[in-house]
């Protein structure tokens, strides 16, 4: 095999390999760490995509007015379940733990196929399978970012981010695919079971990330990445509160949540009108979803990273919460169903396949610990705070007040507005907390 000069580090340029450094800047000693947290996402988010469409649907059949509610079960459900997740990271390794939360989650689906098939009312069921959705969509994600942001330095971030993220949207494809084709066949329910073997799927190619970091990854001391990360199940809430930067990055989701929950809840309220019918219904949502996993596909590959390396974190981060502001704007001007589903497309692939990587590259700067526990707490508990909280204003402006769509439009273009002013903060907070060297697993100092 002939090895390019001009390849980073020397790497190779010919075979799979040379296909994928001609996409993605990347060493030949990162590409087995590349593709297997690729794989990783991409059986994530195959699993995952499978049980959306139903969740969405069923949330309509619960009623689209009793989603706040359903919001608020979640949050609550965040609450219970936070300070476990917290007593794990404390007392485990990495290494321990998360084959636990992704072999808890993997139990929770086929518990749920059990339960669907001995019930023959789903109305509870269904409630249940939403409020638990959300969280499991959460907790899996949170808890992958976090290991990304532990083994990649900033810099390897910022060059191979978009790419691993683009295994989401990969799987987002995949999902969707399968459920269409195998729903009649199989049946619905049964689709559990598949989405159950592609959790587990992915947690083998996670746990190759972390074999991988053993031998390569950046760190300042020996085996800190094996240690459990000690202190309380309870510390990732103190240290939001007690860090700026952190706090920050809270406010920055929870903005994130109330530009998404307005404009959601006015999605499932013309999608209600529009379509009578569960299948219906769930055929709407899987295209939809198709669509938004094939263009952040083609961003995330061609686009974020290139960009990034280009233009910096500061720009990338402010361009959705722009473009969002302009959106709630249109949706204000001309509110219609084909507009609010537009704006939802828009936000859905800005988020995955811009705001998300941009915001797990905040943590790059931050300790062990915080990239752990305050990190989870951000993208769990505060986002479906931020969830409920928003759905509940929502539900005041729309049925209390009365407010009509337009208004419902530009009280989000002005939430918007703020969130772009508080991206841009965070964005040059960042810069300004990088250290000369790459900063993994290091510890940071408090803002």
């Not at 139903?54 to 379940?81: C, H, N, Q, Y």
């Not at 950046?218 to 007690?242: C, D, I, N, Q, Y």
């Not at 991206?423 to 993994?440: D, F, K, Q």
Request: a positive charge; charged letters at 15%; one cysteine or more.
């Amino acid at each position: 095999m002939s090895v390019d000069p001009r390849a980073p580090g020397g790497a190779s340029r010919s075979g799979f390999g040379g296909f994928i450094q001609r996409l993605v800047v990347v060493e030949s000693q990162e590409l087995p760490a590349l593709l297997a947290a690729f794989a990783g996402l991409f059986f994530m988010f195959a699993s995952y995509t499978m049980l959306r469409p139903i969740r969405e649907a069923m949330g309509i059949d619960s009623g689209a007015e009793k989603l706040p509610a359903l919001f608020w079960g979640t949050f609550i459900a965040m609450l219970l379940v936070q300070p476990v997740y917290g007593w794990l990271t404390s007392r485990f390794p990495r290494a321990k733990f998360l084959p636990w939360v992704y072999g808890f989650f993997t139990a929770n689906i086929l518990a749920f196929w059990l339960w669907f098939n001995l019930e023959s009312d789903h109305t509870w069921i269904a409630r249940a399978y939403f409020i638990w959705v959300s969280v499991f969509t959460l907790f899996i994600v949170a808890v992958f970012w976090s290991l990304m942001a532990d083994v990649f330095t900033r810099e390897q971030a910022g060059r191979m981010f978009g790419f691993i993220a683009a295994g989401a949207s990969t799987g987002g494809l995949l999902g969707p695919f399968l459920a269409g084709r195998l729903a009649v066949p199989l049946g619905t329910i049964n689709l559990l079971l598949i989405s159950s073997v592609l959790l587990a799927t992915s947690l083998f190619f996670i746990l190759k990330v972390i074999r991988w970091h053993r031998q390569f990854g950046v760190t300042t001391r020996p085996g800190e990445s094996e240690r459990a990360l000690g202190g309380s199940s309870l510390a990732g809430f103190k240290m939001v509160v007690s860090n700026p930067y952190l706090l920050g990055i809270g406010l920055f989701v929870l903005l994130l949540t109330w530009a998404s929950t307005f404009m959601y809840l006015e999605q499932q309220k013309l999608v209600a009108q529009a379509f009578t019918s569960r299948d219906a219904r769930t055929q709407f949502f899987s295209n939809v979803d198709f669509w938004v996993q094939a263009f952040s596909l083609l961003t995330q590959v061609l686009i974020f990273g290139r960009l990034f390396k280009r233009v910096g974190l500061t720009p990338m981060i402010i361009i959705v919460p722009i473009l969002m502001t302009f959106g709630y704007a249109a949706y204000a001007l001309v509110p219609t169903f084909a507009v609010a589903v537009g704006v939802m497309i828009v936000r859905r692939v800005g988020e995955y396949s811009i705001a998300r990587p941009c915001r797990d590259t905040l943590y790059t700067v931050v300790s062990r610990e915080e990239k752990y526990k305050a990190k989870s707490l951000i993208d769990t508990f505060i986002y479906r705070g931020g969830d409920a909280t928003s759905g509940s204003v929502y539900q005041f402006f729309s049925m209390t007040l009365g407010l009509s769509s337009a208004g419902i439009g530009w009280f989000g273009a002005a939430v918007c507005a703020v969130w772009a002013v508080l991206s841009y903060s965070l964005g040059r907070a960042n810069e300004a907390r990088r250290a000369p060297t790459p900063i993994s697993g290091t510890e940071s100092s408090h803002a």
